[in-house]
């Protein structure tokens, strides 16, 4: 029987650890909910947490303790450019962030999909839960997908070549998140992640788009607003401006890399 491609089974071992910890992390933090039996923001956001940390470190057990990858292979190695990368990571994750608005609300009436309420509750509060969400979704999840994704899943897929473990790990990426409505915004990301974790050699700049393009998120649904809204006529000068600033520093970054 031909043995599943090493990065495939790790995404099926992954797979495994989130759903279990799916299963298990609600008998820890189901008190939180309302006895009428609705689910309050906190508990779905630990719930997220939880899954997380724990799929990740099953993972992670998995692959340095019986694999024998090397932290330095997921993490990889700083560039040679370390201002040049990070310019153009922040411009061009802001830009995506700003221009993503209008391009998801119209894949939203293509689809006829909605916001899950889940990720509303989540993020239209104040004080301790959105705290939280910044804690979950800005910080805890970043740094996790980006271990497993751009990390250690990316890695193992290296014999498929740059652009297919580039593609491979987008499309996990995408089914990983289970959401229909966010569907572009994964892809791009996916795309755009992997390639800056292949092009750059480290697996930092990765999890500072993530980490920043989910604050933008929490920002914008925690009562902020959208920011392509709030821009109004900016909108377009703003944007021109961080895509310019941003693929120069890219061209820079890459042509001395």
Known sequence: MPRIPAG????????????VAALVTPALVGSLDSPTGVVSPSSVLLNVAAQQLLAVLGVAVIVWRVDAL??????GKAPTRVVAWTTATICLTAAWAIAQVPVIRQWAT???????????????TTGATLA??????????????????RGVFQVRLAALGRAGAVLVQAGGFVL???????????????????????????????????????????????????TWDRL??????ILSGLLLLGGAALCRAIRNQ
């Open 176 to 226: 990983f998140h289970l959401d229909v409505y966010g569907m572009p915004a994964y892809l791009v990301a996916g795309l755009a992640l992997g390639a800056l974790r292949a092009a750059s050699g480290t697996l930092l700049l990765p999890i500072l788009a993530h980490a920043l393009h989910n604050t933008l998120g929490v920002m914008e649904l925690g009562g902020a607003g959208a």
């Open 70 to 75: 090397e932290w330095t292979d997921v993490v």
């Open 232 to 237: 109004g006529a900016w909108v377009w000068p």
């Open 132 to 149: 939280l969400s910044y804690l979950v979704l800005a910080a805890i999840a970043p740094i996790c997908e980006e271990t497993f994704f």
């Open 110 to 124: 293509i689809t006829g999909t909605e916001q899950p309420l889940w990720w509303n509750d989540a993020t239209t």
């Open 8 to 19: 495939f089974e790790l995404l099926l071992l992954f797979a495994g650890a989130f759903f």
